[in-house]
């Protein structure tokens, strides 16, 4: 352990140590990004030895800085650094990529000095804007959160909301290092090595943008000292950095991205051969403890039995009432927050609340990089513009987020508005979220209910909500469950079982009493957990009635009917099965001549229930009497 | 009909024909979004007088310059334009939002004049750029691209990816023009009216920027004659404007947005009252044929039997040899052309490919507005990464645009570069998408078909590919279809039928003689089109074995297994059920390690066979015998 908080040397060394470990355990490895670890070693070594205020014993010391690495192929260099630190030791580093490892061939928080996962470039920025505002608005702490972000990857829009995003809320806090090393994947970035284009936008943008020789480490040096400085700003370090820097064959040289370096032996002979420098980071400077917003006590929305209420407005009301008991609530919304009703939310616990204007991707990010810091974030928007942010989705996964979103105006039945503004893949698409959890309620009641379990529940969750007013069915007082479903209809002789949520509940229980009146007995189940689905209830529901229709304002790939049909044959259970979902692109209506259009109402799903109902039926008795079908 | 090239009152007098329209329109809906539309009125009644060139009764005209309203929810405006122009008829305006209508909520293809659907912020110019390129690069003509854009979507970093890359490609027959009304739905916006920060940040992009007074008729004809004449770079009118603008009630007033106003006969009076212009916009100067590449004879690349080709290099093999077959065909690749493959098309035809860098949604923006002028995109980038321009493809299905998408890298067995990496959502997601297709091959001579099938298809149609080599299993010569799929193992004493698709269909036809060595006999069916499904072939196997096993690396939600499961319930067979998918976050591993960590190689496949092996098979003479499964 060296002091080395002025030693340019030691910079230097540890840039090489860098440099030889990156090469190292890629070469064992016989995969990763060697070279483009290369080119930010300076950038790095200077970091981590001066500047990176960090307890490396307690990763989650909340006045830790933090560090993140957009550009997640770097990982190389990334955990060169954690061994430098002690973070990790030689058996461990070199384990890199292998099965099991901690050590993947992109970060994630399997090791606990990784906050994020990184690996889909643009997204380490717009999550590192969340991790400032939580220091700024939230914890109020002086941590400091420093990324670090590829030239190629300023091509990716999200790059440019996060940059306008953190000018607007002056975070000074946050420092983006871009490590211009003129080569993407393929060949040259745009701009190569032209550092006015990007400090000119940056400048624009409202960050205050250095430019330097990122190999020079007194030039890192002030650069760093110049953002400690800047006040009421972001800094952006803009980095002049040759790709492969250190090896010569392959410096500045198209061809060996994402490849072990040539001949790796001469290149670590080159770099001054291996060495163990361990270099402990700075302590954080405060000892505070993070800002804590008052409880008070849950009161939830309660409404009346037949009162119409759209569920995206129950979802506003829970979700303030939620935050009022759980001072780690924060909201987020993509300026429509009088759509989703977030805006009760804001209104409520303004301090809480992160206008995130309409740039969903960033939304999503910070939603992220507030979560890194134990809050608990609802971020909402038009269930069709979530899928603007499904990249982010997918990645908060791997990065084993706990987040909860909702997406309004799910469905055809939104109305006049017109296809555009329709959820209708955001079932499949959250559905295909690993670990994730789908609600879709069809009252008021309910929604609040489950907003409340939503904020307990581990990984991602999402709650679908609908724009029409719909009649309350369920008392205030009433349970329900992630993973349960409620029987509204059931008889001895019920010749089918409706499977339905959220709009399509009232429009299937209207249809059962029309088919009652045909003398035709309908179960029906509210599956209002699309995921996880109540497995249980569908089987005993199919296995007494043999025949199931499954209703949804959603296309039919990938939603509540798949998710039942699939349960039921896993469980060895023989159905006739129809599923109704939307099957025509739509236009502007009413909601109501939308459902029609699309045979999604009353009139439409008693109608399909007809046809099934002359279907034999696949129970076992009447399959066993019968011979089944042929 | 009037001559207005030069005439300012009829330019005032056409953009208050447009406010009371425009009014007029949304009052008789009861909904849509007038205020937005009012701010924009004489930015559009300057251009359609005086610079749009276009021939009304030939919108498809090559030569026509291309209006598109980046800003969707403006559509009153669009069509009170339409109107003006004669496109559309009183009658046929004031069925606005109505079922049946053309004119829908936000606008869409529906109508012969409208090139792209919009209304998901950030779209269209995107968009815009496709048609600029098309016409500089591939049609080589004149015609000039107007894309209205709201201050709003200046957020989403989609609109940054599209500046950044009509600057780099100089095209300087690209006009944006930013409606920047102060307001968004919920509030003012980030900048409000500092229209400089709009200009500085487009002038580091690399535009030409103007600032005017958008209600300035003589303002907006002079930043319009400046567009025309700049050379070598795009050019940006940022227009101060106020949002409902005319109704003195309304005018830059928080909580009109989206609204019909408020006392809308008083409106149309203070606007003066109803009016009937009839403008004609020019006709095109040039009467240029669009650009032809020659085509050549289809040499689709042949493979032979056991070698050992990923299905990623057919595809690009594949691409090149259909467009030197058809002319029509051009690529787009998101800057990884050396793991997709495209840069083998892009070796065999330069000029029609197109370099899109890490910007997914521009680059399916992008491919939307090259198919608009009637090329066949192909457009390229890894499976996980496809995600990230989600609502992009969403809305391309709305747009009724005909484009192919192909996503590399699909599933855990990518091997050791981790689940960011990883597509495992892309099944779900694009079949969720209206009137795709899903094509998911296992071996080269397959993809090899289906890619030249693909360039004929309707709609969106997705190719999955797969890094690693998989041994050729079909001949060169064999074909395939859309829709279909092959049954590669079959006897008359199946025991169970093994569904699989890409990469699962080796492992599944070595679990098939791990299972024939034991006497268990297996039927085998590549699924390679997922969609559409070959439900006669898979309701014929699921009869005559009465189990079904699916195996997929993908995650179990809205892939393969549902979607043959869902198909089966559909058509009222009985089977015991399993769907092998991904079932847990992977780590880093080999290509193997991964598979068999997830029980999807031939081991895992076997074993999850012998189980349901043991479950009744619910066919139906086995169901009669043993009064089924209880």
């Given at each position: 352990?060296?002091?080395?908080?002025?030693?340019?040397q030691t910079?230097?060394?540890?840039?090489?140590?860098?440099?030889?470990?990156?090469i190292?355990?890629?070469?064992?490895?016989?995969?990763?990004?060697?070279?483009?670890?290369?080119?930010?070693?300076?950038?790095?070594?200077?970091l981590v030895?001066?500047?990176f205020?960090y307890?490396?014993d307690?990763p989650?010391?909340?006045n830790?800085?933090?560090?993140?690495?957009?550009?997640?192929?770097?990982?190389p260099?990334?955990y060169?650094?954690?061994?430098?630190?002690?973070?990790?030791?030689?058996?461990?580093?070199?384990?890199?990529?292998?099965?099991?490892s901690?050590?993947?061939?992109?970060p994630t928080p399997?090791?606990?000095w990784?906050?994020v996962?990184?690996?889909?470039?643009?997204q380490?920025?717009?999550?590192g804007?969340g991790?400032?505002?939580a220091?700024?608005r939230?914890?109020r702490?002086?941590?400091?959160?420093?990324?670090?972000c590829?030239?190629s990857e300023?091509?990716?829009?999200?790059?440019w909301?996060?940059?306008?995003?953190?000018?607007y809320?002056?975070?000074?806090?946050l420092?983006?290092?871009?490590?211009?090393?003129?080569?993407?994947?393929t060949g040259?970035?745009?701009?190569e090595?032209?550092l006015d284009?990007?400090?000119?936008?940056?400048?624009?943008?409202?960050w205050h943008?250095?430019?330097?020789?990122?190999?020079?480490?007194?030039?890192?040096d002030r650069?760093y000292g110049?953002a400690?400085?800047?006040?009421s700003k972001p800094?952006?370090?803009?980095a002049r950095?040759?790709?492969?820097?250190?090896?010569?064959?392959?410096?500045?040289?198209?061809?060996?991205?994402?490849?072990p370096v040539e001949?790796?032996?001469d290149?670590?002979?080159?770099?001054?051969g291996?060495?163990?420098?361990?270099?402990r980071?700075?302590?954080?400077?405060?000892?505070?403890?993070p800002?804590h917003f008052?409880?008070?006590?849950?009161d939830?929305?309660r409404?009346?039995?037949?009162?119409?209420?759209?569920?995206r407005?129950?979802y506003?009301?829970?979700?303030?009432?939620?935050?009022?008991?759980?001072?780690?609530v924060?909201a987020l919304?993509?300026e429509?927050g009088?759509s989703?009703y977030t805006?009760?939310?804001?209104?409520?616990?303004?301090?809480?609340?992160?206008?995130m204007?309409i740039?969903e991707?960033?939304m999503?990010?910070?939603a992220?990089?507030?979560?890194?810091r134990g809050w608990?974030p609802?971020?909402?928007?038009f269930s069709a513009?979530l899928?603007?942010?499904?990249?982010?989705v997918r990645?908060?996964?791997?990065?084993?987020?706990?987040?909860?979103l909702?997406?309004?105006?799910?469905g055809?039945s939104?109305?006049?508005?017109?296809?555009?503004?329709m959820?209708?893949?955001?079932i499949?698409a959250?559905?295909?979220?690993?670990?994730?959890t789908v609600?879709?309620?069809?009252?008021?009641?309910?929604t609040?209910?489950?907003?409340?379990?939503m904020?307990?529940?581990?990984?991602?969750?999402?709650?679908?909500?609908?724009?029409?007013?719909?009649p309350?069915i369920?008392?205030?007082?009433e349970?329900?469950?992630?993973?349960g479903?409620?029987?509204?209809?059931?008889?001895a002789?019920?010749a089918l079982?409706?499977?339905?949520?959220?709009?399509?509940v009232?429009?299937a229980l209207?249809?059962?009493?029309l088919?009652?009146q045909?003398g035709?007995?309908a179960r029906?189940?509210?599956?209002?957990s699309v995921?996880?689905?109540?497995?249980?209830?569908l089987v005993?529901a199919?296995r007494?009635?043999?025949?199931?229709l499954?209703?949804?304002d959603?296309?039919?790939?990938?939603?509540?009917?798949?998710a039942?049909?699939a349960?039921?044959?896993?469980?060895?259970?023989a159905?006739?099965?129809?599923?109704?979902?939307?099957s025509?692109m739509?236009?502007s209506a009413?909601?109501e001549?939308?459902?029609?259009?699309q045979?999604?109402d009353?009139?439409?799903?008693?109608?399909?229930?007809?046809?099934?109902a002359?279907r034999p039926a696949?129970?076992?008795p009447?399959v066993a009497v019968?011979?089944?079908?042929?």
């Amino acid at each position: 352990m060296t002091d080395v908080l002025d030693d340019r040397q030691t910079w230097r060394d540890l840039a090489q140590q860098f440099r030889v470990d990156s090469i190292r355990v890629s070469s064992h490895a016989g995969s990763g990004h060697p070279t483009s670890s290369l080119s930010a070693a300076e950038l790095m070594s200077v970091l981590v030895a001066k500047y990176f205020h960090y307890r490396v014993d307690e990763p989650h010391d909340p006045n830790n800085d933090h560090l993140i690495f957009s550009k997640g192929h770097a990982s190389p260099l990334f955990y060169a650094i954690l061994r430098a630190i002690g973070a990790v030791d030689e058996q461990e580093f070199m384990t890199y990529r292998t099965l099991g490892s901690r050590l993947e061939g992109h970060p994630t928080p399997v090791l606990p000095w990784v906050d994020v996962a990184t690996g889909s470039l643009g997204q380490g920025l717009p999550i590192g804007v969340g991790v400032a505002l939580a220091a700024k608005r939230l914890d109020r702490l002086p941590y400091r959160t420093w990324v670090l972000c590829g030239d190629s990857e300023m091509a990716e829009g999200s790059m440019w909301e996060a940059f306008a995003q953190a000018a607007y809320d002056n975070l000074d806090n946050l420092t983006a290092i871009i490590d211009v090393n003129r080569l993407g994947q393929t060949g040259e970035t745009r701009y190569e090595w032209d550092l006015d284009v990007y400090a000119n936008r940056l400048r624009a943008f409202g960050w205050h943008a250095i430019e330097i020789d990122g190999h020079d480490v007194d030039a890192v040096d002030r650069a760093y000292g110049e953002a400690l400085a800047t006040t009421s700003k972001p800094t952006v370090i803009v980095a002049r950095t040759v790709k492969g820097k250190g090896v010569p064959w392959e410096e500045n040289r198209n061809g060996f991205h994402g490849k072990p370096v040539e001949d790796p032996e001469d290149a670590i002979r080159e770099l001054g051969g291996l060495s163990n420098l361990i270099v402990r980071p700075q302590p954080p400077e405060s000892r505070g403890e993070p800002h804590h917003f008052t409880a008070g006590k849950l009161d939830l929305p309660r409404y009346e039995l037949g009162q119409k209420v759209a569920t995206r407005k129950a979802y506003g009301e829970a979700l303030a009432a939620v935050g009022t008991a759980r001072p780690e609530v924060v909201a987020l919304d993509g300026e429509v927050g009088n759509s989703t009703y977030t805006e009760i939310f804001a209104k409520a616990h303004p301090e809480r609340f992160f206008q995130m204007y309409i740039a969903e991707q960033q939304m999503i990010g910070a939603a992220v990089g507030l979560q890194v810091r134990g809050w608990r974030p609802f971020a909402a928007t038009f269930s069709a513009f979530l899928s603007r942010a499904y990249d982010f989705v997918r990645m908060a996964a791997v990065s084993r987020a706990d987040l909860c979103l909702c997406g309004s105006h799910a469905g055809v039945s939104i109305g006049e508005d017109g296809p555009s503004q329709m959820g209708l893949e955001d079932i499949a698409a959250m559905r295909a979220v690993h670990g994730s959890t789908v609600l879709y309620p069809c009252d008021a009641n309910q929604t609040a209910h489950l907003v409340e379990l939503m904020a307990s529940q581990p990984g991602i969750s999402y709650m679908r909500t609908t724009r029409q007013a719909m009649p309350v069915i369920y008392g205030p007082d009433e349970t329900f469950a992630i993973g349960g479903s409620r029987v509204l209809r059931e008889s001895a002789d019920d010749a089918l079982t409706i499977v339905a949520a959220g709009i399509s509940v009232g429009e299937a229980l209207a249809a059962a009493d029309l088919l009652a009146q045909e003398g035709t007995a309908a179960r029906v189940i509210d599956l209002y957990s699309v995921k996880p689905l109540d497995s249980d209830t569908l089987v005993a529901a199919a296995r007494a009635t043999g025949r199931v229709l499954t209703v949804e304002d959603h296309w039919p790939e990938g939603g509540l009917g798949e998710a039942v049909f699939a349960a039921l044959a896993e469980a060895g259970v023989a159905v006739a099965g129809r599923q109704l979902a939307v099957s025509r692109m739509a236009g502007s209506a009413t909601p109501e001549q939308q459902l029609a259009e699309q045979g999604l109402d009353a009139d439409g799903i008693a109608g399909a229930a007809r046809q099934l109902a002359q279907r034999p039926a696949l129970k076992p008795p009447a399959v066993a009497v019968t011979g089944g079908v042929g």
